[in-house]
Structure formats: structure tokens, C-alpha cells
């Protein structure tokens, strides 16, 4: 009778083990492609990711770069100050997209150019993306206008 108890006990515990083991395993193949990592210009210049890897991509729309073409792809660069990356996207940009602005794309580089999923632009005045700012902190190009709030808060 005892060893029975001791026996079905243990058989729980490695049931349980099985399950937690399982269900860990699953949430991690349901997340692998929910998580994109933030790239600056720079960082992608000097390690370039592979063309599987889907990330995020941040700094400032480079002036006199936006090129909208035959059809509905626009095609422009991304800076840090430090390097400047080509875009591809097709779709329609947000209003507030603009030469000089910050913008964050999502998306695959593939042969050199950022080819974006997702565009999104500034909020108003006052707001940068925080990864944005930081990125243009590490390059020295960040301006502040001391008359708006932090940016990225």
C-alpha cells in the first residue's frame, strides 16, 4: 500500500514536469515571431542581420531622399547621423510621415535595403520615439527644443 502511494506520487511530479516542459516549449514557438528587435542605421551598417530576421528600424527620414514612384512604393533613407540605410515600402504613409522626422519601419533587410512591413511616424511636435532619440543621443545629432516636454516619455 505505501509504495503504491509513493509510486502514483512521483508518477504526478513527472507528469508535471512533461506539462510545464510542454507548455513552454509552446509559448516560445508562439512568440518567435512576435518579438523585433530595434536597430539605429549604424547598427545595421555594421552587422547587417540576415534577410530572415524581421526588426524594427528608427532614426530620422533623410532630407531630399523621399522618392515615390510608379505605383504605390515609396523608396527614401533612414539616418542616425551616423549611417543612412535605403527604405522600400509600398502602402500608404502616415499623415504625419515627413523628410526630417522621426520614423520607425518595420520589416526585412534584404540586399542592402530595408524593405518595411509597417511605417510609423512622429506623434506631433514633441514626440520621438524613445529608441529614436536614443539612437540620435549615441550619434551626438539630437536636438532638444527646451520650449516641448522630453521625448520618448
Given at each position: ?8 506520487r ?85 499623415d ?38 536614443d ?19
Open positions: 500500500m505505501r509504495g503504491l502511494k509513493k509510486k502514483r512521483v508518477q504526478i511530479i513527472v507528469v508535471a514536469f512533461v506539462a510545464l516542459g510542454l507548455s513552454t516549449g509552446l509559448i516560445g514557438y508562439a512568440m518567435r515571431d512576435g518579438i523585433n528587435f530595434f536597430r539605429a542605421p549604424s547598427q545595421i551598417v555594421e552587422a547587417p542581420p540576415p534577410p530572415t530576421e524581421t526588426f524594427r528600424i528608427g532614426g530620422l527620414v533623410e532630407a531630399g531622399s523621399l522618392q515615390r514612384g510608379q505605383g504605390e512604393t515609396i523608396r527614401f533613407n533612414v539616418t542616425d547621423g551616423g549611417a543612412v540605410v535605403p527604405v522600400a515600402y509600398t502602402g500608404v504613409l502616415p504625419l510621415f515627413a523628410e526630417n522626422q522621426g520614423m520607425i519601419g518595420t520589416g526585412r533587410l534584404i540586399d542592402g535595403v530595408f524593405e518595411a512591413t509597417e511605417i510609423l511616424a512622429k506623434h506631433d511636435e514633441s514626440y520621438m520615439p524613445k529608441e529614436v532619440v539612437a540620435l543621443k549615441e550619434q551626438g545629432v539630437y536636438r532638444h527644443d527646451p520650449g516641448n516636454p522630453p521625448s520618448g516619455s
